[in-house]
């Protein structure tokens, strides 16, 4: 006889049977008759084509032939298995255990996401949150090759299969050095002052060159910095303008190193933020829970 697989109903009767020495507890503990018990060993042995159960006398214990005790401790361990995984599973569900990585921006990282991943971590101590940094258009990739479970980023996905919710608004405003003057004709000026702009692929860049288009503002000359604190800076050291989220300008305005264009603040300079998943991979719990809270929990930034 060659064996290739087992019954493993069968093999959870004869373990059973086993393990508390009885046909009629074994009936009791799985709901089935005893006769249906006897049948299945019988298959069993059949099947394996060796004697498992000893058939003693009536009264007598039940016990094992040598083979029935080789498959017990065979059966143990696949048992033993069998409810570590449901015991891991059923932690995961119930968020005791497990792993949630969000991709995001270094803005959002950096300014928004901070008081969402207190509330979470105090709430699921037990989940590990791991994030990864990096601009719209390698996270919507990170999403694609599935190494990232939700992601926040500025601006709307370019991939059909990415989707997308809104979650805030990111306000911006235009940012000059807080030593300098402006002219009575601030939209001239601009146009011939350097611009500090993101990096290809950044959503910040994305909406920057949309919304400064909608407001006719022209841009001749720029510099290209990889991150909003770093143009940030840059414009405070007067090394020229830039369209920033006021969050990353907040300090340095109250501290009169930028100023912000008041002819272009409110919902004219406003970028939309959104939460993205990968349409094809169902969500973790973890990811749902996590996915709930940033859109229940209301943040004023």
């Excluded at 119930?94 to 949630?100: A, D, F, P, Q, S």
């Excluded at 971590?121 to 037990?126: E, F, G, H, L, Q």
């Amino acid at each position: 006889m060659n064996l290739h697989s087992l019954n493993l109903q069968s093999l959870r009767v004869f373990y059973t049977v086993a393990k508390l020495e009885s046909f009629s507890r074994t009936a009791e503990a799985l709901y089935i008759s005893q006769p249906a018990i006897s049948k299945s060993i019988k298959d069993l042995e059949h099947q394996l084509d060796i004697q498992l159960i000893e058939r003693a006398a009536k009264g007598k214990k039940l016990s094992l032939t040598e083979a029935g005790h080789a498959l017990f401790e065979h059966a143990r361990s696949i048992f033993a298995i069998e409810k570590a995984a449901i015991d891991d599973i059923n932690a995961r569900t119930g968020l005791k255990r497990g792993t949630l990585v969000i991709g995001t921006s270094t803005t959002i990282a950096s300014y928004w996401l901070p008081t969402y991943l207190a509330q979470f971590c105090a709430k699921y101590p037990d989940i590990k949150v791991e994030l990864q940094v990096a601009n719209t258009a390698q996270i919507e990739q990170a999403l694609l090759d599935c190494t990232i479970d939700l992601a926040l980023v500025e601006g709307s996905p370019s991939q059909d299969n990415i989707m997308s919710k809104h979650w805030q608004n990111d306000l911006m405003s235009i940012v000059y050095s807080g030593q300098k003057t402006l002219p009575k004709n601030s939209k001239k000026w601009l146009a011939k002052q350097q611009w500090l702009l993101r990096e290809a692929g950044s959503g910040t860049l994305e909406i920057s060159l949309k919304l400064l288009s909608e407001q006719k503002i022209a841009i001749e000359k720029n510099m290209v910095l990889g991150s909003n604190e770093a143009i940030a800076r840059a414009v405070a050291q007067g090394m020229g303008v830039a369209l920033l989220p006021n969050v990353v300008t907040e300090d340095l305005v109250q501290l009169g190193k930028l100023n912000r264009f008041t002819d272009y603040e409110g919902e004219g300079f406003s970028r939309p933020l959104y939460q993205l998943r990968y349409r094809d991979r169902p969500s973790s719990h973890a990811a749902q829970a996590f996915e709930k809270l940033l859109f229940n929990l209301k943040v004023c930034m």
